[in-house]
């Protein structure tokens, strides 16, 4: 099974940026569609991102045109690019497969803060 370690999380101002990281043990972004997840205080983990091994992307609504998923298969690492963040972005953020693809176990995440 594979092993993904997330990273970049941290304490931001509202209208700040953070780049998440997401390190595969093996090279699997060229063969399964993957995602990034969040889970805020008191609510259900959401799907925030997807890319499909052919590059294609989607996003959910509360965080289109401000968040941009992207992978390096070569470094075997996914990213989360966050700007324009919000005070609702607070969560822990996971990567892991995507829902189509049959998300596995939960890492420890990385926490993101976005407060003043």
């Known amino acids: 099974q594979v092993q993904l370690v997330e990273s970049g999380g941290g304490l931001v101002q509202p209208g700040g940026s953070l780049r998440l990281s997401c390190v595969a043990s093996?090279?699997?972004?060229?063969?399964?569609?993957m995602g990034w997840y969040r889970q805020a205080p008191g609510k259900q983990r959401e799907l925030v991102a997807t890319v499909t091994p052919g590059g294609s992307t989607n996003y959910a609504d509360s965080v289109k045109g401000r968040f941009t998923i992207s992978r390096d298969n070569a470094k075997n690492t996914m990213y989360l690019q966050m700007n324009s963040l919000k005070p609702e972005d607070t969560a822990v953020y996971y990567c892991?497969?995507?829902?189509?693809?049959?998300?596995?176990?939960w890492g420890q995440g990385t926490q993101v803060t976005v407060s003043s």
């Open positions: 093996r090279s699997i972004f060229k063969i399964v569609a």
């Open positions: 892991n497969k995507s829902p189509s693809a049959g998300a596995g176990s």
